[in-house]
């Protein structure tokens, strides 16, 4: 039991690690567009997910929003940095605490999420199971934060990208079709292989 939970452990805080390295490296774990960032932080998020549980998988992904939350606030903010944050704002755009529900909420489901998509198919098909515990646990994000920007501040948010507000909820189904989806597709792939390889390396995952 103590070896397990030292594992456990050493496991938690090796997805730590590097969810926090990707975040503060420039152009790895959030790259910037034209209306939001494209993310790849996730992907660890899902993978902890799957071999620790919801529990360890909903705290990577409050490590995820924690990173957004600080370079948004202080590392690397922008014009839009207020739907992420309520200490950060440039200009006229008004925020408040509900960008802390769009920083964290959305991020720590990816944690919980993946974690019983894979639990209720992995019986049937590991490699299906796998792969929609991706794409699912990608698009949790990708929906929830281009919603709640549109629902809490979308006035304000089309405003700061200088962008008329009636057409902004077209941007936000573009953002994501043409990034979200995509995502998507590559967080499956690479849960998947990375999973499975870690998996066979040790049989008690």
């Known amino acids: 039991m103590k070896n397990t939970k030292l ?24 790259i910037p567009l034209v209306f939001t960032k494209a993310t790849t932080i996730h992907i660890p998020v899902i993978i902890g997910s799957i071999i620790l549980g919801p529990k360890k998988g909903g705290f990577l992904g409050f490590v995820f929003g924690l990173t957004s939350f600080i370079n948004n606030s ?18 006229n755009f008004d925020t408040n605490w509900l960008s802390l529900v769009i920083c964290f909420v959305p991020r720590i489901l990816v944690g919980v999420v993946p974690y019983y998509v894979y639990k209720f198919l992995h019986k049937k098909s590991e490699t299906l199971s796998l792969l929609l515990a991706g794409v699912i646990g990608s698009l949790t994000n990708t929906l929830l934060v281009m919603n709640m920007i549109y629902f809490f501040f979308g006035e304000s948010y ?37 999973t499975k390889a870690l998996k066979k390396a040790d049989n008690s995952l």
């Not at 456990?8 to 152009?27: C, G, H, R, W």
């Open 158 to 194: 089309a405003a700061a990208k200088e962008a008329s507000f009636e057409g902004f909820y077209y941007a936000i189904l573009t953002v994501i079709g043409t990034n979200g989806v995509p995502e998507a597709i590559v967080a499956a792939i690479l849960v998947c292989a990375i």
């Open 7 to 30: 594992k456990e452990f050493v496991i938690l805080t090796f997805f730590t690690a590097i969810i926090i390295l990707m975040a503060f490296t420039p152009f790895i774990g959030y």
């Open 74 to 91: 202080f590392v690397s903010p922008t014009v839009t940095s207020f739907v992420f944050t309520p200490i950060y704002t440039l200009g």
